[in-house]
């Protein structure tokens, strides 16, 4: 066939493409294509309401500007290949097919493990549109969270359809779907992380009294099912911040992680052995150390996760500064310096003996004090010069612990973090200073043709997530801060997000110059009536009379000068203009 006929060919195939988009969203469409240049550039298509662009000349700033007309076009044009391909491990490095040496840069989305069931910000902009944003930022890869409960949910909740009307009446496992597709219509990877059995809450096994190992296994064989011929999907992150008593390769299956991950990891393997394996660490070390939630690795050179399916294994690590909890390094006298021994001794030394490759699935900070800016200076320049993988933490605004990389809007870069970031989303760049960033605005309410959505937020251990539209959208006051009474520190109550059925309410604990072993806060809700979720506290409710939390787990004490900040949300009609919240410190 000859060129000329070939172009032509295209075009009507294209030219067809637009008009049942335009049709379908009862919208006018006129075509163009820049002649013979399709081939060497791009072809472009201008809808109504907007352009977007496809093709091997687009520009992050270009899909920035995509619609929601143009996200289903992106979605039945001829699609990019995926970033990578299936990719497979090689000592601490991944390769692709070719074997061409690939370096995972990605970022967590969340929002489908929670009772949302969608990533969370779809009420502010479409699909296309985030993704896009995502891969303008340089990062090549998504992590998904997921629940096991959203899997087998028949809808989602918290979508502008006017926004994203290609979404409308999908089930969550449909509009994983439309994640993958949108992504690999971008030139983009994806990561499924199975973050929480159900919607509430995250569990410390891979298995809970609701959700059994066998139902784990299951829904993982499924996935890799339904992904099987699609490489855009590169690997499965079995099982999110394993701690508390699993341990690794103690020889008790009830508890044992490192034997649970092969299991699972087996069993995806039987389906598609071109996955890559993704296995976080635990809290609690072989030696008897701690450290982070899913954070510990160190029992892998004695007890590696051995797979039918060789060179697929790939350990998977979280780590966090001080602010979002305490860690013993955080107050040596020769801190930050201190920081890659740790990281070396905890699971750098995976990478470092070529074991296997590194991916940092967690890490962030919302940059606000001198030791997180410090711990991110180091943990850049130590995953720079290691050139191991990563996964930032989050993409989302609504995390309370960390923040994300864009404000309240969905749309603003946090220019701060970006910079800070640079040395691996742009290898190569020097390394900025980490700076303080501004305070995020908030953002006015903004009318749509239809009814906003409302969020059904939940709360997410060690991360803080809280789903909403628009801050206080009830108009409820945010309270101020309470100051406990004086001696051992100072607590602070105040409300994050409030909604005509529910609020969020972050708290604050700060010891001063001596410990504090325990706290409680009380305060008053005259319409409250049951706790929805918590995180770092254990809460009871007196229904429309009161409200008491005490400090659990990791946020139940902490040593002088530090501090824990935990979430709650509630059922209730609303935040109470006056809850005179006081606090006992012990």
């Known amino acids: 066939m000859s060129f000329d006929q070939t172009l032509k060919n295209a075009r009507v195939g294209l030219r067809r493409a637009l008009n049942k988009v335009g049709k379908q969203n009862g919208l006018r469409v006129w075509f163009s294509l820049p002649g013979k240049t399709l081939i060497k550039t791009a072809l472009v298509a201008t809808i109504v309401g907007g352009v977007g662009v496809v093709g091997p000349a687009i520009s992050p700033g270009s899909w920035m500007q995509l619609t929601v007309a143009q996200a289903k076009f992106a979605e039945m044009s001829p699609a990019s290949p995926s970033a990578s391909g299936w990719l497979h491990t090689d000592g601490s490095v991944f390769r692709t097919s070719s074997n061409q040496l690939y370096l995972i840069k990605s970022v967590s989305w969340f929002g489908t493990e929670t009772t949302n069931c969608s990533p969370h910000g779809l009420w502010k902009i479409s699909l296309a549109r985030g993704v896009a944003q995502i891969k303008s930022m340089g990062f090549n890869t998504i992590r998904l969270p997921f629940s096991n409960e959203c899997l087998a949910a028949t809808a989602t909740n918290s979508i502008d359809f006017t926004i994203n009307p290609a979404l409308r009446g999908k089930t969550p496992l449909q509009l994983i779907d439309a994640v993958v597709a949108v992504a690999k219509a971008q030139g983009m990877n994806v990561i499924l992380d199975r973050h929480r059995p159900d919607s509430a809450s995250q569990s410390s096994l891979w298995y809970t009294a609701n959700y059994s190992e066998a139902r784990w296994i299951q829904d993982w064989k499924a996935l890799a099912t339904?992904?099987?011929?699609?490489?855009?999907?590169?690997?499965?992150?079995?099982?999110?911040?394993?701690?508390?008593?699993?341990?690794?390769?103690?020889?008790?299956?009830?508890?044992?992680?490192?034997?649970?991950?092969?299991?699972?990891?087996?069993?995806?393997?039987?389906?598609?052995?071109k996955l890559l394996i993704v296995v976080e660490g635990v809290e609690n070390q072989p030696d008897g150390s701690s450290t982070w939630w899913g954070g510990g690795l160190s029992g892998v050179q004695a007890n590696p996760v051995r797979l039918d399916v060789a060179n697929q294994v790939v350990y998977s690590p979280h780590d966090y500064p001080s602010s979002v909890a305490y860690q013993q390094w955080f107050t040596?006298?020769?801190?930050?310096?201190?920081?890659?021994?740790?990281?070396?001794?905890?699971?750098?030394?995976?990478?470092?003996?070529?074991?296997?490759?590194?991916?940092?699935?967690?890490f962030g900070t919302k940059l606000e004090t001198s030791s997180d800016s410090q711990w991110m200076t180091s943990i850049v320049a130590y995953l720079a010069r290691t050139k191991m993988s990563f996964s930032y933490w989050s993409f989302n605004p609504n995390t309370i612990d960390t923040g994300g990389l864009v404000l309240d809007d969905w749309v603003t870069p946090q220019t701060a973090k970006l910079a800070a970031l640079k040395p691996i989303l742009n290898p190569g760049a020097s390394p900025s200073p980490s700076a303080t960033p501004s305070p995020t605005p908030t953002p006015s309410p903004k009318a749509t043709s239809s009814p906003t959505p409302s969020p059904s937020p939940s709360l997410s251990p060690t991360k803080g997530s809280s789903p909403t539209a628009s801050p206080n959208p009830s108009g409820a006051p945010t309270p101020s801060p309470t100051p406990s009474p004086a001696g051992s520190g100072v607590g602070a109550w105040s409300v994050q997000t409030s909604w005509p059925s529910g609020y969020n309410v972050v708290i604050d604990v700060t010891a001063s110059g001596s410990p504090i072993a325990s706290w409680t806060v009380t305060w008053s809700d005259p319409t409250v009536l049951s706790v929805a979720n918590q995180w770092g506290a254990n809460c009871s409710v007196r229904p429309q009379v009161s409200v008491t939390c005490s400090g659990a787990g990791w946020a139940a004490s902490m040593p002088p000068q530090q501090s824990v900040r935990v979430g709650i949300q509630l059922n209730s009609t609303g935040a109470p203009a006056s809850p005179g919240a006081v606090f006992t410190l012990r």
Request: net charge negative; glycine share 12%.
């Open 226 to 273: 339904r992904y099987k011929t699609n490489p855009t999907v590169i690997g499965m992150d079995l099982h999110n911040e394993p701690r508390g008593q699993a341990c690794w390769g103690c020889g008790d299956p009830s508890v044992d992680w490192q034997a649970a991950a092969t299991r699972g990891g087996n069993a995806v393997l039987g389906v598609n052995p």
């Open 332 to 362: 040596a006298a020769n801190y930050p310096d201190n920081l890659p021994a740790v990281w070396d001794k905890n699971w750098g030394y995976i990478a470092r003996l070529g074991l296997a490759p590194v991916l940092l699935g967690e």
